[in-house]
C-alpha cells in the first residue's frame, strides 16, 4: 500500500521550506501549509517506513481539536483544503513545548520506575503504580528541539534561560490547563480518558496562540474509560490508543533511540497494524466511519489544493 513519506513542492510566493519529523511545511510571507505526511516517529527518530493514512488521521483529528477548542484560545489554522493540508497564520513558536500529564504513563512513569519522584521541578508522591491517577494534572515542559531529543525542563529553567517571559510563560501554563480540561471532557464522551498531551505556542501579531496538532494520537495518549479502574486493581495493562504501542513495539525489540541502536524491520504486518490502530482512533474518537482517501495522484491533489487555497485562506 502506498503512503506519503515525503513532499517536494515549489509553489508560487514561497519564502521556505522545513521538514519535520512527520510535517512537510512550505512558508510563505504571513501564512503556512503544513502537509500531514505519514512518517512515523518515535524516542525522537523518524522510522523507516510510512504509515498509510496517518498523515489524514492526524490532520483530520487536529482540525476537529482546534475548532473544538477556539473559544479557548486563538489558533493558528485558516482552513483545511485537503485532508492532509491545514493552512494557517505563521506565527513564532516558543522554544518549549507544554506537556501535561493526568495519568503516570509513558516517559513519566519510565523516570518514576528509575526513582526520580521530581519530574521538571514537580514533586511526585511514593507509591504510585504505572497508569495510576494523579492527585492533580502537572505541567512538564520540554524544549523544542530541532533536531535530535526535546528535554524535560523545569518551570524555573525555561524562565532562567529566558525561553519564555514569565509574564508569557503564565498564559501558556493557564492555556494548557484549560485545554487539557476540555480535551478530557472531549474524550469522556467518546468513552476515552484523555492521559497526557502536549501543546504548542507561538504568537502572532503579539498574542499568544495555539499551534501545530492537538489532542492526537501523536501528541496524545488515551485509556478507554470502560475497565480502567478494574484493570488497574489487578495490575493489568491499560487498553489505550495512543503512539505507546508503537513505543512499546521498539523497546520490546532492542530500539529505543541511543546510540547504536538499530530500528527493528517494519513488516508489512507491522506497518499494516499500526495504520488501523489510527483509524480506530480516529474513528472512536470522532464517532465517525473513517474515510480512506485514495492514493493515486495523492501528491498532484495536495500540491492542487495549496496552490488554490494559500492566498485565499481566510479566518
Known amino acids: 500500500m502506498e503512503a506519503i513519506k515525503e513532499t517536494n513542492f515549489s509553489f508560487a510566493g514561497q519564502t521556505g521550506f522545513y521538514k519535520g519529523k512527520v510535517r512537510d511545511v512550505y512558508y510563505f510571507e504571513d501564512k503556512i501549509a503544513v502537509v500531514a505526511t505519514d512518517r512515523i516517529s518515535a524516542f525522537d527518530v523518524v522510522l523507516p517506513r510510512a504509515i498509510p493514512y496517518k498523515g489524514q488521521v492526524l490532520n483530520q483529528i487536529a482540525s476537529l481539536n482546534l475548532k473544538a477548542t477556539s473559544d479557548i484560545v486563538p489558533n493558528w489554522v485558516l482552513s483545511t483544503p485537503d485532508p492532509n493540508v491545514t493552512i494557517g497564520h505563521r506565527c513564532e513558536p516558543y522554544k518549549v513545548e ?105 504568537k502572532y501579531n503579539g498574542e499568544v496562540y495555539l499551534i501545530d496538532e492537538i489532542h492526537t494520537p501523536d501528541s496524545s495518549r488515551y485509556f478507554y474509560t470502560e475497565g480502567y479502574a478494574d484493570r488497574q486493581q489487578n495490575g493489568e495493562p ?38 488501523e490502530r489510527y483509524i480506530e482512533l480516529y474513528e472512536v474518537f470522532t464517532g465517525q466511519k473513517f474515510g480512506r482517501e485514495d492514493y493515486k495522484n495523492v501528491l498532484q491533489r495536495i500540491e492542487q489544493h495549496v496552490s488554490d487555497n494559500i492566498f485565499t485562506a481566510k479566518n
Open 238 to 275: 491499560q487498553r489505550q490508543l495512543s503512539k505507546e504501542f508503537v513505543r512499546q513495539w521498539l523497546i520490546e525489540n532492542g530500539f529505543q533511540g541511543k546510540e547504536g541502536q538499530q530500528v527493528p524491520e517494519m513488516t508489512d504486518e507491522v506497518v499494516n497494524g499500526i495504520s
Open 98 to 202: 507544554m506537556v501535561i500529564r493526568g495519568y503516570l504513563a509513558g516517559h513519566a512513569w519510565r523516570e518514576y520506575k528509575a526513582g526520580k519522584r521530581v519530574v521538571c521541578g514537580v514533586a511526585l508522591p511514593d507509591g504510585l503504580k504505572e497508569n495510576d491517577k494523579l492527585p492533580a494534572p502537572i505541567i512538564t515542559p520540554t524544549t523544542k528541539a530541532d533536531e535530535g531529543h526535546d528535554e524535560d525542563i523545569s518551570r524555573e529553567e525555561i524562565l532562567a534561560k529566558g525561553l519564555v517571559s514569565e509574564q508569557d510563560y503564565l498564559i501558556l501554563e493557564s492555556y494548557t490547563r484549560a485545554l487539557f480540561e476540555r480535551g478530557t471532557e472531549l474524550a469522556r464522551q467518546r468513552g476515552l480518558i484523555l492521559v497526557d498531551t502536549k501543546y504548542e505556542f507561538g
